[in-house]
């Protein structure tokens, strides 16, 4: 019992140690502090700096020897101290964590500035990613100590320097609330304010006619504007308004907005558009993609200033008559009240069942509410507060609006089934007594859900971060030809065919919206030449449609593919490697060697030429003995370059998966448990991730095929057969489809599969694909899965962290032969059922193969086949027993250890921090740590230090 459990010696002792020279306080808003600063409160620093002070006042001779210099720091009255303090903390780095720390960005580097009080001050824009709100949230400060720990603390992990998200490279720092209104305030156009039309000969002019009050900050004006373009003095007349000019100070001018080559546009302003929440974001992106972390922190400071000084200018404040109810409400609701009396005569006539009726009355309330939002939307004055605040991005959305003027609509009683009486009435009407007790089911699930969810997605990333903690990158290059297959990933939601009629217009002209964004179901030939126009499948653009009409044909049949895009193609090929160089299929010539980084110029190649499918480098194909390689990797999604050699791989992809995981549980508490009608919940979605990870058979598991065939179906009273016939190799497979599966909707009788087809709906057992298809196909249908779940909810993950997880899940190999291991020296006995690591196997195979080359050619390789297990089962079979123990089943583990006199060769992360050594992660991997280190201060001492990256 005490090595076991959160309290025992490996969770509590080894692993949760605590540290000397730390505090911890609430936290304030600093709005005038730079991103890289915080406010330190006097008396915490001068407890956290003693040591520092002391050396100070004595090194200085201002007080003789440390026992005088201690008595007069406990003062804390004399100047003197106060000066030490203020000397010491001068480019001394202090690092504060917000627990639950999540992601790597929940502790952060900050340079000090001593501040009056006892809390610590933040700056507003580092809030987002330790996810920190001033309502009474306490923060910790850690000292880091050390030269080095300064050192890598300044470098590595200042606030300034971490702008970029890990899970997805985007900004993290995008401004919030108040910062993203006073933009959106300062950039609106009001065509009819005072002083629209008005001319200024230049900027000056324009802002002084602003502070004289002859025009206001939205209204149209026309200002010229000079520029020194090839040392010769250019001007032109521009249109803007006050607000984008002030807006555009602080912008650089070269973001790629404007196309700065056309000599007529080379004097626009670069944000002449209405800037809202996302439109900031792509600022910031491309700031720093185009000016790099220094320059991006001085902007995002700037736009913060001119945020929160506008946002208090603009006045902006709500009053219950601000929402405005929708005139059209009333009649809405008499519609659907005359609907659903209907539907109920309907099924007390016995024309429709019970569940259809109940489907009938939701759908019915659902396009009621609809309605009424649209209508409230048709209805709103774009200078509403409450409008202004929703459409900015700066708080609240469409569907709070919707239950503040329109109608709440349908809930979810507490098992997640919709209640079909719905609520009428907003918040601005009050609900009546029977809606309130309703609508209190529905916050008591949120604030239930939120509890109950933060606990099951903090285990998810435990059991994350302990079966990856050991994948590091540990060289540049592993020399593998091998990749993945790369698409878009999307789903198709509807699709149809038809013939459609080219007829002119009024115009005497073909539109060609007639056949824009459909498919070819044939490739296309010119009936006249025979000259291939388009192949099929392919979506017809506005070139395409030109060209099918001007060959002249009357009639084409076309496909409609209704498809829910749910990750763009280039998101997949970003930042990572080809496995082949691309070349031009007619020339020859290179276009990407696969030598190079791809860029976002580099993937919108791809796509322009057409290529749908593309082999990548991957870390599920990557041959490195200990952990993966940079090439493999791609790129650090921190900084967008490549990944350096050291960087801890694993535990970003486990927080990258896990933090969004404990975000999205907490977002039913916001919309206060209302029906959405989709699966909208994230209750369906974090069970989903957990099942796939953990490599469960789903409920209701779908079928697929095992074989390529023509269906039969056969259906008899109490049993549905499916039958696949393969005609050429005379193959069948008969499978038993219980009543309550659904066939998908290309099943049907004489239909053809393919082996591995899905043949009834749901969800697949990914064991039944590995054990079907293979390895690749199992890994493409985790990274799907897992990708649909987070990108219908809106989070954006990268591949390459849920390919780092299934890497983790498929290391292991069953033997079924073990050949002729058992001849060579050095090697363990391999067992027959036994699961070990595959580079293991392909050690020894390499060993059997290079044996036969030399001429024993009566020797065998060893057989295996591919083993997917669970996170759980993956972290606690891990090689390293003291990772294992420390993980579940300590006893065990330890027991089972010492039976087989095991031996842990300390290559992750978890058992070099339990026996105290420096992770070979970072800084402290051994190419890093052969510095020397020559100490100039008090006489010359060279000493080797660990961990100086310098």
């Given at each position: 019992?005490?090595?076991?459990?959160?309290?025992g010696?490996?969770?509590?002792?080894?692993?949760?140690?605590?540290?000397?020279?730390s505090?911890?306080?609430?936290?304030?808003?600093?709005?005038?502090?730079?991103?890289?600063?915080?406010?330190?409160?006097?008396?915490?620093?001068?407890?956290?700096?003693?040591?520092?002070?002391?050396k100070?006042?004595?090194?200085?001779?201002?007080i003789?020897?440390?026992?005088?210099?201690?008595?007069?720091?406990?003062?804390?009255?004399?100047?003197?101290?106060?000066?030490?303090?203020?000397?010491?903390?001068?480019?001394?780095?202090v690092l504060?964590?917000r627990?639950?720390?999540?992601?790597?960005?929940?502790i952060?580097?900050?340079?000090?500035?001593?501040v009056?009080?006892?809390?610590?001050k933040?700056?507003?824009?580092?809030?987002?990613?330790?996810?920190?709100?001033?309502?009474?949230?306490?923060?910790?400060?850690?000292?880091?100590?050390?030269?080095?720990?300064?050192?890598?603390?300044?470098?590595?992990?200042?606030?300034?320097?971490?702008?970029?998200?890990?899970?997805?490279?985007?900004?993290?720092?995008?401004?919030?609330?108040?910062?993203?209104?006073?933009?959106?305030y300062l950039?609106?156009?009001?065509?009819?304010?005072?002083?629209?039309?008005?001319?200024?000969?230049?900027?000056d002019?324009?802002?002084?006619?602003?502070?004289?009050?002859?025009?206001?900050?939205?209204a149209?004006?026309?200002?010229?504007?000079?520029?020194?373009?090839?040392?010769?003095?250019?001007?032109?007349?521009?249109?803007?308004?006050?607000g984008?000019?002030?807006?555009?100070?602080n912008?650089?001018?070269?973001?790629?907005?404007?196309?700065?080559?056309?000599?007529?546009?080379?004097?626009?302003?670069?944000?002449?558009?209405?800037?809202k929440?996302?439109?900031?974001?792509?600022?910031?992106?491309?700031?720093?993609?185009?000016?790099?972390?220094?320059?991006?922190?001085e902007?995002?400071?700037?736009?913060?200033?001119?945020?929160?000084?506008?946002?208090?200018?603009s006045?902006?404040?709500?009053?219950?008559?601000?929402?405005?109810?929708?005139?059209?409400?009333?009649d809405?609701?008499?519609?659907?009240?005359?609907?659903?009396?209907?539907?109920n005569?309907?099924?007390?006539?016995?024309?429709?069942?019970?569940?259809?009726?109940?489907?009938?009355?939701?759908?019915?309330?659902?396009?009621?509410?609809?309605?009424?939002?649209?209508?409230?939307?048709?209805?709103?004055?774009?200078?509403?507060?409450?409008?202004m605040?929703?459409?900015?991005?700066?708080?609240?959305?469409?569907a709070?609006?919707?239950?503040?003027a329109?109608?709440?609509?349908?809930?979810?009683?507490?098992?997640?089934?919709?209640?079909?009486?719905?609520?009428?009435?907003?918040?601005?009407?009050?609900?009546?007594?029977?809606?309130?007790?309703?609508?209190?089911?529905?916050?008591?699930?949120?604030?239930?859900?939120?509890?109950?969810?933060?606990?099951?997605?903090?285990?998810?990333?435990?059991?994350l971060?302990?079966?990856?903690?050991?994948?590091?990158?540990?060289?540049?290059?592993?020399?593998?030809?091998?990749?993945?297959?790369?698409?878009?990933i999307?789903?198709?939601?509807?699709?149809?065919?038809?013939?459609?009629?080219?007829?002119?217009?009024?115009?005497g002209?073909?539109?060609?919206?007639?056949?824009?964004?459909?498919?070819?179901?044939?490739?296309?030939?010119?009936?006249?030449?025979?000259?291939?126009?388009?192949?099929?499948?392919?979506?017809?653009?506005?070139?395409?449609?030109?060209?099918?009409?001007?060959?002249?044909?009357?009639?084409?049949?076309?496909?409609?593919?209704?498809?829910?895009?749910?990750?763009?193609?280039?998101?997949?090929?970003?930042?990572?490697?080809?496995?082949?160089?691309?070349?031009?299929?007619?020339?020859?010539?290179?276009?990407?060697?696969?030598?190079?980084?791809?860029?976002?110029?580099?993937?919108?190649?791809?796509?322009?030429?057409?290529?749908?499918?593309?082999?990548?480098?991957?870390?599920l194909?990557?041959?490195?003995?200990?952990?993966?390689?940079?090439?493999?990797?791609?790129?650090?999604?921190?900084?967008?370059?490549?990944?350096?050699v050291?960087?801890?791989?694993?535990?970003?992809?486990?927080?990258?998966i896990?933090?969004?995981?404990?975000?999205?549980t907490m977002?039913?508490?916001?919309?206060?448990?209302?029906?959405?009608g989709?699966?909208?919940?994230?209750?369906?979605?974090?069970?989903?991730?957990?099942?796939?990870?953990?490599?469960?058979?789903?409920?209701?598991?779908?079928?697929?095929?095992?074989?390529?065939g023509?269906?039969?179906?056969k259906?008899?009273?109490?049993?549905?057969?499916?039958?696949?016939?393969?005609?050429?190799?005379?193959?069948?497979?008969?499978?038993?489809?219980?009543?309550?599966?659904?066939?998908?909707?290309?099943?049907?009788?004489?239909?053809?599969?393919?082996?591995?087809?899905?043949?009834t709906?749901?969800?697949?057992?990914?064991?039944?694909?590995?054990?079907?298809?293979?390895?690749?196909?199992?890994?493409?249908?985790?990274?799907?899965?897992?990708?649909k779940?987070?990108?219908?909810?809106?989070?954006d993950?990268?591949?390459?962290?849920?390919?780092?997880?299934?890497?983790?899940?498929?290391?292991?190999?069953?033997?079924?032969?073990?050949?002729?291991?058992?001849?060579?020296?050095?090697?363990?006995?391999?067992?027959?059922?036994?699961?070990?690591?595959?580079?293991?196997?392909a050690?020894?195979?390499?060993?059997?193969?290079?044996?036969?080359?030399?001429?024993?050619?009566?020797l065998?390789?060893?057989?295996?086949?591919?083993?997917?297990?669970?996170?759980?089962?993956a972290?606690?079979?891990?090689?390293?027993?003291?990772?294992?123990?420390?993980f579940?089943?300590?006893?065990?583990?330890?027991?089972?250890a010492?039976?087989?006199?095991?031996?842990?060769?300390?290559?992750?992360?978890?058992?070099?921090?339990?026996?105290?050594k420096?992770?070979?992660?970072?800084?402290?991997?051994?190419?890093?740590?052969?510095?020397?280190?020559?100490?100039?201060?008090?006489?010359?001492?060279?000493?080797?230090?660990p961990?100086?990256?310098?």
């Open positions: 019992d005490m090595l076991k459990g959160k309290q010696r490996f969770r509590q002792n080894l692993l949760g140690k605590r540290v000397d020279y505090g911890r306080s609430v936290i304030v808003v600093g709005p005038e502090l730079k991103m890289y600063q915080c406010g330190l409160p006097k008396e915490m620093a001068l407890e956290l700096f003693k040591p520092f002070v002391l100070r006042l004595v090194d200085t001779e201002v003789p020897n440390i026992k005088s210099a201690r008595k007069t720091v406990d003062r804390a009255t004399d100047k003197r101290v106060w000066d030490a303090l203020e000397h010491v903390i001068k480019s001394h780095p504060l964590n627990a639950p720390t999540l992601h790597r960005l929940g952060q580097a900050f340079e000090p500035i001593l009056e009080g006892r809390a610590i933040l700056h507003p824009l580092v809030c987002s990613a330790f996810n920190a709100d001033f309502d009474g949230d306490q923060m910790a400060v850690h000292l880091p100590l050390s030269a080095e720990a300064q050192a890598e603390a300044r470098f590595l992990m200042l606030a300034a320097n971490n702008l970029l998200k890990l899970s997805d490279g985007r900004p993290v720092a995008v401004p919030s609330q108040d910062m993203i209104l006073g933009s959106y950039t609106m156009l009001k065509p009819e304010d005072k002083g629209a039309g008005k001319v200024f000969r230049d900027v002019e324009a802002m002084m006619a602003y502070y004289e009050g002859d025009v206001t900050l939205h149209p004006i026309r200002v010229r504007i000079t520029k020194d373009v090839a040392e010769k003095k250019l001007s032109k007349i521009i249109d803007c308004t006050i984008r000019l002030i807006f555009n100070e912008i650089p001018q070269n973001l790629g907005y404007v196309d700065r080559t056309n000599s007529d546009r080379q004097f626009d302003l670069e944000i002449s558009f209405l800037v929440k996302k439109e900031l974001g792509d600022i910031i992106d491309r700031c720093i993609r185009i000016h790099g972390t220094t320059t991006t922190s902007v995002l400071d700037k736009i913060k200033a001119l945020g929160f000084k506008f946002s208090t200018r006045g902006i404040t709500t009053a219950v008559c601000d929402a405005t109810i929708p005139p059209q409400k009333k809405i609701l008499r519609a659907a009240d005359e609907k659903i009396d209907q539907i005569e309907y099924y007390a006539m016995g024309y429709i069942s019970e569940a259809e009726k109940s489907k009938l009355v939701v759908t019915t309330w659902n396009d009621a509410t609809d309605q009424v939002t649209s209508a409230l939307k048709a209805n709103m004055d774009p200078y509403n507060p409450i409008q605040m929703a459409d900015s991005g700066a708080r609240g959305s469409i709070q609006l919707r239950q503040l329109g109608m709440r609509g349908l809930i979810n009683n507490t098992s997640g089934a919709v209640i079909e009486i719905p609520i009428r009435s907003n918040y601005r009407e009050g609900l009546n007594i029977m809606e309130y007790f309703i609508s209190s089911r529905g916050a008591r699930k949120g604030l239930a859900d939120t509890a109950l969810r933060t606990a099951d997605s903090g285990y998810l990333t435990r059991r971060v302990d079966v990856s903690q050991d994948v590091i990158i540990r060289e540049e290059d592993c020399g593998t030809e091998d990749g993945i297959d790369v698409y878009e999307s789903m198709i939601n509807r699709q149809s065919e038809r013939d459609v009629e080219l007829v002119p217009g009024e115009d002209v073909v539109p060609t919206s007639l056949l824009e964004d459909y498919y070819l179901t044939e490739d296309f030939h010119d009936p006249k030449t025979g000259a291939l126009i388009m192949r099929k499948d392919k979506k017809i653009s506005k070139e395409n449609a030109q060209a099918i009409i001007d060959t002249g044909v009357e009639q084409m049949h076309i496909r409609e593919i209704n498809k829910e895009l749910i990750e763009p193609y280039a998101d997949r090929l970003i930042g990572r490697f080809l496995c082949q160089d691309l070349r031009d299929p007619e020339t020859g010539e290179l276009i990407i060697s696969k030598d190079k980084l791809l860029t976002e110029k580099d993937a919108q190649r791809i796509i322009d030429m057409d290529i749908q499918r593309i082999k990548i480098r991957s870390v194909k990557c041959r490195s003995k200990i952990g993966v390689c940079a090439k493999c990797y791609g790129a650090n999604l921190a900084n967008n370059n490549l990944v350096s050291g960087e801890a791989v694993g535990i970003i992809a486990a927080q990258s896990g933090e969004p995981g404990t975000q999205l977002r039913t508490f916001h919309t206060g448990g209302i029906a959405s989709g699966e909208g919940d994230i209750t369906q979605g974090l069970p989903r991730v957990e099942e796939l990870f953990e490599a469960r058979k789903p409920k209701n598991a779908a079928m697929i095929a095992s074989i390529d023509t269906v039969h179906l259906e008899e009273k109490t049993l549905r057969t499916l039958i696949i016939r393969n005609d050429e190799t005379g193959e069948t497979e008969e499978l038993s489809v219980p009543y309550n599966y659904k066939y998908c909707a290309h099943i049907f009788e004489g239909a053809k599969v393919k082996k591995g087809d899905h043949l709906e749901g969800n697949v057992y990914p064991a039944r694909i590995l054990e079907v298809l293979d390895v690749s196909a199992v890994q493409d249908y985790i990274i799907l899965e897992v990708q779940v987070y990108r219908t909810q809106g989070v993950i990268n591949d390459k962290h849920i390919e780092v997880i299934v890497r983790q899940m498929l290391r292991k190999v069953r033997i079924e032969d073990a050949g002729s291991s058992h001849d060579l020296p050095d090697v363990e006995y391999l067992l027959p059922g036994t699961l070990v690591e595959r580079k293991r196997i050690e020894v195979n390499d060993q059997i193969q290079a044996l036969i080359d030399g001429g024993q050619t009566d065998v390789p060893i057989t295996t086949t591919p083993v997917l297990q669970g996170i759980t089962k972290a606690s079979s891990s090689d390293s027993f003291m990772s294992a123990a420390s579940q089943e300590t006893t065990k583990a330890l027991t089972d010492a039976i087989r006199g095991k031996v842990d060769h300390l290559e992750g992360l978890k058992e070099n921090v339990i026996i105290g420096l992770i070979p992660a970072g800084t402290g991997m051994e190419i890093y740590n052969n510095v020397q280190i020559v100490r100039t201060a008090k006489g010359d001492m060279t000493a080797e230090h961990g100086a990256q310098i």
